[in-house]
């Protein structure tokens, strides 16, 4: 229990005051919390205390749970009820983080300390997404948990300034959903879509909502008939069905295969292909079968070099490898992190960069790119 961080508060935990270390002056701030009735509404909240992160626990002794939010306030999630068992509480007080990241709350009318372990929910993120139509990508994260999606951009977006960088805030999805944004109108301008696999259901904000597939599929969305427009499709895998949506219906792969559709030919419509990371088998249908990669390896093709093909590429977690086919061998990342290449700065080419599980991005190469954490 050593290098615990305690912050001790008097009076109502949503308001946050500055107070300069040579004047008697308080100066305030900012307040957060929702309100009554929204989740994380907080009814009697007691202690706080900050993780490496930067995201706040604070202790609801109304509630009986641990109320998390960012950095700057906006909810992400709780745990905890009214009862003497594990994880549930009775009278909780205080809450202290230790630097292991583990999560010391003070249960008070059970009489004892509970202790968690520190975590981050998985997100989704993207790389490639272009939601304001600027011709940069933007960086985007999906939870699932609640539906919420984070999304930065570098104009005028409605939403939390962080820097020289704006992030917005929407819900769009639910739990299992898988996130498959991208550009259904051939405007230029990527929207906010979601792909639920126990229903089918394609959700595009603002857009569509259609039913196409079957409970297990994968998505495939890409612009397979050339014409500018993201095509609805989804891949079977075990069977190695390919069905796009008013277009058409083959076989191509096998169980375990992952699908990766993309333009590897330069002629602006999408080819089927498959990755087989047991082997680092990559088919390319109609075109051709190579082997990049090893087993364990996360295929990552995007357009590194601006010539307007897909590049053959894979990211190795263990090691935080980049190998281009072809083009060249780079390492940065490491283990947990995820890979999201894109255009973040509109030159035409691909930025190596990854996003890390607490919800800071990192984009190699790029020293004036403000620093976004997104969680």
Not at 31 to 46: A, D, E, K, R, T
Not at 171 to 200: A, F, K, L, N
Not at 275 to 290: E, H, T, V, Y
Request: glycine residues 14%; contains cysteine; charged residues 20%.
């Amino acid at each position: 229990m050593k290098d615990l961080r305690f912050i001790i508060m008097v009076g109502i935990i949503a308001f946050l005051f500055l107070a300069p270390a040579d004047a008697a002056e308080v100066k305030y701030v900012t307040s957060f919390g929702p309100v009554y009735g929204s989740p994380g509404y907080l009814g009697y909240p007691q202690g706080m205390a900050v993780d490496s992160a930067g995201n706040l626990y604070v202790v609801d002794m109304g509630a009986r749970a641990i109320v998390v939010f960012d950095r700057y306030g906006n909810y992400l999630r709780q745990w905890g009820s009214h009862g003497a068992g594990d994880g549930e509480f009775n009278c909780p007080q205080g809450v202290a983080i230790d630097s292991a990241g583990e999560i010391y709350v003070t249960d008070q009318a059970n009489h004892r300390v509970q202790v968690f372990e520190l975590s981050y929910a998985p997100c989704q993120a993207v790389g490639s997404g272009d939601f304001q139509g600027d011709g940069r990508s933007d960086l985007a994260t999906f939870k699932p948990e609640h539906g919420r999606w984070a999304i930065a951009g570098n104009d005028g977006m409605i939403g939390e300034s962080r820097g020289n960088t704006f992030v917005d805030y929407l819900y769009w999805g639910r739990e299992g959903d898988i996130m498959v944004p991208g550009d259904y109108t051939g405007s230029g301008t990527s929207q906010i879509g979601i792909y639920r696999p126990s229903s089918s259901l394609w959700g595009i904000r603002n857009v569509s909502r259609i039913y196409f597939g079957r409970d297990g599929d994968d998505p495939v969305r890409s612009d397979y008939n050339g014409d500018g427009v993201l095509d609805i499709g989804v891949y079977r895998n075990g069977t190695g069905l390919w069905a796009i949506r008013e277009q058409s219906r083959f076989y191509f792969g096998r169980l375990y295969d992952e699908s990766i559709p993309a333009d590897y030919s330069g002629d602006g419509t999408a080819e089927p292909a498959i990755f087989r990371s047991m082997d680092g088998l990559w088919a390319i249908r109609g075109q051709s079968r190579f082997y990049f990669g090893r087993e364990g390896d996360e295929a990552v093709p995007y357009d590194y070099d601006g010539d307007g093909s897909v590049d053959i590429a894979v990211f190795r977690e263990s090691t935080g490898l980049w190998a281009v086919r072809g083009l060249t061998r780079e390492y940065y990342g490491e283990t947990g992190d995820i890979p999201v290449p894109g255009d973040y700065t509109g030159d035409g080419e691909l930025e190596i960069s990854i996003v890390r599980e607490s919800g800071s991005w990192l984009i190699w190469w790029v020293a004036d790119f403000p620093p976004v954490y997104m969680y």
